[in-house]
């Protein structure tokens, strides 16, 4: 698990490929390893990956086609910036909100705009996510924890302060850019257990949640 706080943003050292698979190899900067193990989780960009390799200032992780095909891993150049979270431990400020490293789908930055001294980010969610996302509730992007503003639809809006933007690869982000998105773990849990038994359902078979099945089973 994770807090979506990000403690350093790293480079991709180099991409190795491995049997259609691919190891990458992460210059980590000021991120401190003295006390990760082979083995530990450390996300990138959003991505809980498994550290095989350490150095002083590097590790690598053996990414899968399957991580490869729903994320941004895949696009990332040698020199591509990336964020970098180790896990959380009991002692660990939650600052954030809870984080699986599970990455839900792709988003795509809308607008790139300057709103006062912060930043508004306009973002596509994929379709099947939209659900999950609500005005004042977190989402976590390439890694980071952010509370959305508005959201119309698919789309939401996000405002980023100075400070995230210098710690962060948000600084970065162009419209067209590609990124991470994770949904509120609870909105994913909350939903199955809203659907009780219909959630053992096949698929396309159960009921799908909507006004009229939450006022059935007693919700408003």
């Known amino acids: 698990m994770f807090t979506g706080i990000i403690q350093a943003v790293g480079r991709i050292a180099r991409q190795e490929p491995r049997g259609g698979d691919v190891r990458l190899?992460?210059?980590?900067?000021?991120?401190?390893?003295?006390?990760?193990?082979?083995?530990?989780?450390?996300?990138?960009?959003?991505?809980?990956?498994?550290?095989?390799e350490l150095g002083a200032a590097r590790f690598a992780a053996d990414?899968?086609?399957?991580?490869?095909?729903?994320?941004?891993?895949?696009?990332?150049?040698?020199?591509?910036?990336v964020n970098l979270e180790r896990a959380?431990?009991?002692?660990?400020?939650?600052?954030?909100h809870l984080v699986s490293g599970h990455v839900d789908g792709l988003?795509?930055?809308?607008?790139?705009?300057?709103?006062?001294?912060?930043?508004r980010l306009r973002i596509r969610a994929p379709d099947a996510?939209?659900?999950?996302?609500?005005?004042?509730?977190s989402i976590c992007l390439d890694g980071t924890s952010l509370t959305v503003n508005r959201v119309e639809g698919a789309v939401f809006e996000l405002n980023i302060v100075p400070h995230t933007l210098e710690e962060t690869i948000i600084g970065g982000y162009r419209?067209?850019?590609?990124?991470?998105?994770?949904?509120?773990?609870?909105?994913?849990?909350?939903e199955r257990l809203v659907l009780g038994e219909q959630a053992a359902a096949p698929e396309g078979e159960g009921e799908r949640i909507t006004r009229d099945f939450l006022s059935r089973h007693g919700f408003g």
């Open 25 to 52: 190899h992460i210059d980590t900067a000021d991120l401190d390893l003295s006390s990760t193990a082979l083995g530990d989780s450390i996300a990138v960009n959003g991505v809980c990956l498994t550290a095989v």
């Open 175 to 190: 419209a067209g850019s590609r990124v991470n998105l994770e949904v509120d773990l609870i909105a994913r849990y909350l």
């Open 88 to 96: 959380l431990t009991l002692s660990t400020p939650l600052g954030g």
């Open 63 to 81: 990414v899968s086609r399957e991580t490869l095909s729903l994320t941004t891993l895949g696009a990332l150049g040698q020199g591509g910036a």
């Open 107 to 119: 988003g795509e930055v809308l607008e790139v705009g300057a709103d006062g001294r912060s930043t």
């Open 129 to 137: 996510l939209a659900r999950y996302i609500a005005p004042k509730g």
